[in-house]
Nanobody, 126 residues
Framework: QVQLVESGGGLVQAGGTLRLSCAAS????????MGWFRQAPRKEREFVAA????????YYTDSVKGRFTISRDNAKNTVYLQMNSLKPEDTAVYYC???????????????????WGQGTQVTISS
């Protein structure tokens, strides 16, 4: 089992940057695929990015490609989401999640994740 705690959210202007962190405790995060999801008000939680156990492969939803970068430091049990060129439509609560799955299809879905953090608010002003 793993516990996840996100940090780094905040309020920034459009075009700005934020870096989210997700600290894992308990079982080593290197045992899991790690993902970031987000949920805007009155919308379903959606996939943002994922990274495989070694950090060698990353996956993104189309709307963030070229702007967001997911990375991980297994020695620190931490996953990051670097967010550049932020837009008002990026406003949401961002969640970190850990998956036992080995499917590159399943890790794009909320049901593919076994553990979730509490979320961190990201607000982008226009």
């Amino acid at each position: 089992q793993v516990q996840l705690v996100e940090s780094g959210g905040g309020l920034v202007q459009a075009g700005g940057t934020l870096r989210l962190s997700c600290a894992a405790s308990g079982r080593a995060s290197s045992s899991y695929v790690m993902g970031w999801f987000r949920q805007a008000p009155r919308k379903e939680r959606e996939f943002v990015a994922a990274i495989n156990r070694s950090g060698g492969s990353t996956y993104y939803t189309d709307s963030v490609k070229g702007r967001f970068t997911i990375s991980r430091d297994n020695a620190k049990n931490t996953v990051y989401l670097q967010m550049n060129s932020l837009k008002p439509e990026d406003t949401a609560v961002y969640y970190c999640a850990a998956s036992n799955s080995y499917s590159i299809v399943v890790i794009r879905t909320t049901r593919g994740y076994d553990y979730w953090g509490q979320g961190t608010q990201v607000t982008i002003s226009s």
